[in-house]
């Protein structure tokens, strides 16, 4: 079965620097994509950025990158010039290519505080 | 369109009772699902449907029955309420067109139920 695995609870991060949140996965797929959400207080659920797994170039949207790793199935997000509005519940997610349903496997989250 | 629509926002439940909770899309999505979210975790699926008059288990079945008569309604019961099932609850759909593609999810507001 696959996992995902967000190993840091609560980041904090000055306005305008940049934080990178971490996330590993486990996964006997060769073909599958992996995401980062944001979720606001407002609870909203928000597709960030997006990796396909066959794709050795690391996505970038805006202001937030990823390092994808896929041997060390490894995949961090970067935020970088951060902003008061960045701050949220960040969640790392799986999908696996070769399932029927469509299914995201979430990690456990992290909370990224943003200091004014 | 209004995109995924979930209602109530809020609910407190005695145990032993129940309740419905609505999930309506515009956007003539065929796949929908219903997650949970608990304080401090990532959601996990409850159940999804790909189509009008299918619906199968996810991974947090117990307690709960869904129904999928039209495409736009994906409504998820509880009949006998629990303090375990004290969640967040979301509701989200996408397109899926085969088995390998994947479309993003898009996820409604939430419900929040407390079952005291």
């Known amino acids: 079965a696959q996992t995902v695995t967000q190993s840091q609870p609560e980041m904090s991060v000055q306005e305008a620097e940049t934080v990178t949140l971490s996330c590993t996965y486990d996964?006997?797929?060769?073909?599958?994509?992996l995401f980062w959400y944001k979720q606001p207080p407002s609870r909203q659920m928000i597709l960030v950025i997006r990796?396909?797994?066959?794709?050795?170039q690391n996505a970038t949207e805006n202001r937030f990158s990823v390092n994808f790793q896929k041997a060390a199935k490894s995949f961090s997000l970067k935020i970088s010039d951060s902003q008061l509005g960045d701050a949220a519940m960040y969640f790392c997610?799986?999908?696996?290519?070769?399932?029927?349903?469509?299914?995201?496997?979430f990690g456990t989250g992290t909370l990224l505080a943003v200091q004014p | 369109n209004a995109g995924v629509t979930q209602t109530p926002k809020f609910r407190i439940l005695k145990i032993g009772q129940s309740m419905t909770l609505q999930c309506t899309q515009d956007?003539?999505?065929?796949?929908m699902y219903w997650y949970r979210q608990d304080p401090g975790m990532g959601l996990k699926l409850i159940y999804y449907?790909?189509?009008?008059?299918?619906?199968d288990k996810g991974e947090v079945p117990n307690g709960y029955n869904v129904s999928r008569s039209t495409t736009e309604d994906f409504p998820l019961r509880l009949e006998l309420a629990a303090p375990s099932q004290t969640s967040v609850y979301f509701c989200?759909?996408?397109?899926?067109?085969?088995?390998?593609?994947?479309?993003?999810?898009?996820f409604g507001p939430g419900t929040r139920l407390t079952v005291l």
């Open positions: 990796q396909e797994a066959y794709k050795q």
């Open positions: 996964t006997s797929e060769s073909d599958y994509y």
């Open positions: 449907s790909v189509g009008a008059g299918i619906t």
């Open positions: 956007m003539n999505h065929n796949y």
């Open positions: 997610a799986y999908y696996g290519k070769g399932g029927a349903t469509n299914k995201l496997i």
């Open positions: 989200a759909s996408s397109y899926k067109s085969g088995r390998s593609s994947y479309n993003e999810q898009f």
